[in-house]
T-cell receptor, first 111, second 121 residues
Framework: SQQGEEDPQALSIQEGENATMNCSYK?????LQWYRQNSGRGLVHLIL?????REKHSGRLRVTLDTSKKSSSLLITASRAADTASYFC???????????FGQGTELSVKP | GAVVSQHPSRVICKSGTSVKIECRSL??????MFWYRQFPKQSLMLMAT?????????EQGVEKDKFLINHASLTLSTLTVTSAHPEDSSFYIC?????????????????FGPGTRLTVL
């Protein structure tokens, strides 16, 4: 399987704390994307980082990419209860448009 | 952003029946749509890539005769689960690919539908 791995599988924090999720993948990539999924719902695209980028910011989100280690991290700063969701990384293969999703991290932010 | 809808949002059917799920891109044309399946507490697994006007490309291990995909127009792809069984119960999610403007910074962004919860009794 080409699916990547994410850790932790589950993360529980208090509101205001930072949440860090990590993603590892196996193949060379064009870009890596992070998605959020609220329980029983579809996916919401959060941020995309290209293979030639090392860090990217969007609001309270910070994504890093280390292609030498084939890993990425998503940092959510000053978390809110509304951030409670599952977070998935997804990599796009060099060939075609297929997205390969990681196993996901289930984040719970307690008020 | 672009909107993708799925219908129905949830369906309960008896074992042996067939179920059709629709995926529509509402405000853009999608030459390519993707179908994913997600079991509880698990990640999304790509089932097939659907290209308008041509046969779908199935991932390894996905039975093409069981999961029929039709992409008849640039805004609609359908997934039919034939002779459904309880093990087919899952959350089915589609996505539609939108090509952004060309150039070095362009990429094919995918927009996801809200998913269809299938329960086979």
């Amino acid at each position: 399987s080409q699916q990547g791995e994410e850790d932790p599988q589950a993360l529980s924090i208090q509101e205001g704390e930072n949440a860090t999720m990590n993603c590892s993948y196996k193949t060379s990539i064009n870009n890596l994307q992070w998605y959020r999924q609220n329980s029983g719902r579809g996916l919401v695209h959060l941020i995309l980082i290209r293979s030639n980028e090392r860090e990217k910011h969007s609001g309270r989100l910070r994504v890093t990419l280390d292609t030498s280690k084939k890993s990425s991290s998503l940092l959510i700063t000053a978390s809110r209860a509304a951030d409670t969701a599952s977070y998935f990384c997804a990599t796009k293969w060099n060939q075609g448009g297929k997205l390969i999703f990681g196993q996901g991290t289930e984040l719970s932010v307690k008020p | 952003g672009a909107v993708v809808s799925q219908h129905p949002s949830r369906v309960i059917c008896k074992s042996g029946t067939s179920v059709k799920i629709e995926c529509r891109s509402l405000d853009f044309q999608a030459t390519t749509m993707f179908w994913y399946r997600q079991f509880p507490k698990q990640s999304l697994m790509l089932m097939a890539t659907s290209n308008e006007g041509s046969k779908a490309t199935y991932e390894q291990g996905v039975e093409k005769d069981k999961f029929l995909i039709n992409h008849a127009s640039l805004t609609l792809s359908t997934l039919t689960v034939t002779s459904a069984h309880p093990e087919d119960s899952s959350f089915y999610i589609c996505s539609a690919r939108l090509r952004t403007s060309g150039g070095a910074g362009s990429y094919n962004e995918q927009f996801f539908g809200p998913g269809t919860r299938l329960t086979v009794l």
